[in-house]
C-alpha cells in the first residue's frame, strides 16, 4: 500500500467549492484521507488577478502509480474538461488543478508521471501545506523534509528580494 500526497488548486469561480469537489471524488476513489489547510497565493509561472486557493491531501492506495495518474486525471476532467495550458504551452488560470505531489519515496520520471513532483521545492503553496499533513515525508533524491526546503525557499526569495 503506498501514501500518495497530492496538492488540489483552484484559481477560477468558487474556489472552496471546487477543493471540496475534488476531496469528495478522491475520497470515494480512494477512502481515508489527511487533509490541510487552505493556502492562497498569487499564479506561479504565469500573470492573472485571480488567486489560487490549494489545498495537500493524502491517502493511501493499493494502485499502481499509472492507475492513481489516471484517476486524478479522470477526476479534474470530471470538475473541468478545461485545459490548464495555453495554446502557447503556458500555464493558464483554471477551475481545479490536482498534482501527484509523492507516492512513498518511489522516484518516477516519464513524460506521463514525475514523482516527486519536479518543481516541489520551488513552490511555498506546495510546501506549506505538505509540511502540514506530511512533516515526517524526506524528498527521496534531496532528502530533505518539507519544512527544509520551505525554510531554504524563504531564504532564498529573501536574498532575492534584497
Known sequence: MSFVIVNIGSNLGDRRLNLSRAVRALEERFGYFELSHAVESAPWGFDSTHSFL??????HSDDEPYQILKAVREIENS???????????GYADRVIDIDIVAIDNEVINTPELTVPHPRLSERSFFLEPLNEIAPGWIH???????????????????????
Open 54 to 59: 490549494n489545498i495537500a491531501m493524502a491517502f
Open 79 to 89: 470538475i473541468s474538461p478545461a485545459s490548464h495550458r495555453t495554446p502557447e504551452g
Open 140 to 162: 527521496p533524491l534531496t532528502g530533505k523534509s518539507p519544512l527544509q526546503m520551505l525554510i531554504e525557499l524563504q531564504e532564498g526569495q529573501k536574498t532575492q528580494s534584497t
